[in-house]
């Protein structure tokens, strides 16, 4: 890999993947600060130079600097990495207190779509910063931090409405274990790494209510076409959820033991409420609050989500997961279509 220059880069968000890309970047030789919520566990971090929370087992790198202070985070550099919940965003953003934030360059690293707003991460920051799209990219793909931080071999896409963008922020991460690929398909890959999420709650319902892998690799496909539909009618390519944002990020959220999403449809096929699990959760699974986002989306956009929706009834309306399997395979007969 050729010499590359170095960037100060701030990562606002030190959960498990915020964590991870800090110490890629960090270790790649570039300036990085890592902004740190919790003050009591930002203390740790730096007496134990390790994410014992989040990321447990895994050093530190030695230059990765730690802060608690969000407008120093933000005035460190021209790239700001963000790796926070996605309906925390808009306030993280709002609680900036300097100025020109527009110049920043802007790289999502979150998955989710805002309820009500129903805004894609990259147009809240657009909506909160003025930034123009073209200095907003998103990096996405099947990607757990579990893997990443031990360096696991893992391909990503970093995407923008500008291209020049998208490949600079393509050879910022990439690395020779994390595969970076460029895309100017930003809608695309934000909703592919959002509705994803959806489905792996549902495939985890169907582990932990007993069906079997038939039940799972069924889902999944008709899955990827329902995101498909929903995606083009949003603006997205076609061709982009068939890639590493879409169908990658699908199979490795719907099969790892690493998914929390599928954690959470597993423990609620297996009988418990979904507030008995989220209260045994530290980390957070963005596809609760995008299912809400899906179904409002179907109020918008008259296309047909049929899993999604009834993901939406089990974790809402407390439908018997058993029962909204039964109304799938019930459905009218249909010629298969991609979309």
């Not at 700001?80 to 802007?106: A, D, G, M, W, Y």
């Not at 460029?182 to 169907?206: C, M, R, Y």
């Not at 997205?236 to 490795?252: K, N, P, R, Y």
């Not at 956009?301 to 009834?310: G, M, N, Q, R």
């Amino acid at each position: 890999m050729e010499k590359e220059r170095h960037h100060k880069i701030a990562v606002v968000g030190a959960g498990s993947w915020g964590t991870t890309l800090a110490n890629l970047l960090a270790g790649k030789g570039h300036d990085v600060m890592l902004y740190v919520y919790e003050a009591n566990q930002l203390e740790k971090m730096r007496q134990q130079r390790e994410n014992v929370k989040y990321l447990p087992g895994v050093p530190l790198e030695p230059g990765l600097i730690l802060t608690h202070d969000l407008d120093e985070t933000f005035g460190f550099s021209d790239y700001i990495l963000l790796v926070v919940p996605s309906h925390t965003l808009r306030s993280v953003l709002q609680s900036v207190r300097i100025r020109e934030l527009n110049r920043k360059i802007f790289v999502n690293a979150s998955k989710g779509i805002e309820n009500d707003s129903l805004l894609r991460i990259s147009q809240v920051i657009r909506d909160v910063t003025g930034a123009s799209l073209s200095k907003i990219a998103t990096l996405s793909g099947p990607s757990h931090a579990e893997e990443v931080s031990r360096q696991v071999a893992t391909a990503v896409v970093a995407a923008s409405t500008d291209l020049d963008t998208a490949r600079r922020v393509r050879d910022i991460f990439r690395t020779d274990y994390f595969r970076v690929y460029s895309s100017t398909d930003i809608a695309g890959v934000e909703l592919g790494g959002s509705l994803k999420n959806v489905i792996a709650i549902a495939a985890g319902i169907a582990d932990g209510a007993g069906f079997g892998d038939n039940t799972k690799a069924a889902l999944m496909t008709r899955a990827l076409v329902e995101m498909t539909r929903l995606g083009v009618a949003m603006g997205a390519q076609m061709q982009t959820f068939s890639g590493l944002s879409g169908m990658g990020d699908l199979i490795v959220t719907c099969m790892s033991r690493h998914s929390r999403n599928r954690y959470v449809g597993e423990q609620i096929g297996k009988g418990k409420t979904l507030q008995q699990v989220l209260d045994g959760m530290v980390m957070i699974a963005e596809g609760i609050k995008t299912t809400r986002s899906v179904y409002q989306l179907t109020q918008k956009f008259p296309v047909d989500t049929p899993i999604s929706l009834e993901v939406y009834e089990v974790l809402f309306d407390d439908k018997n997961p058993h029962d909204a399997v039964k109304d799938l395979m019930t459905r009218d007969p249909k010629e298969e279509l991609p979309i």
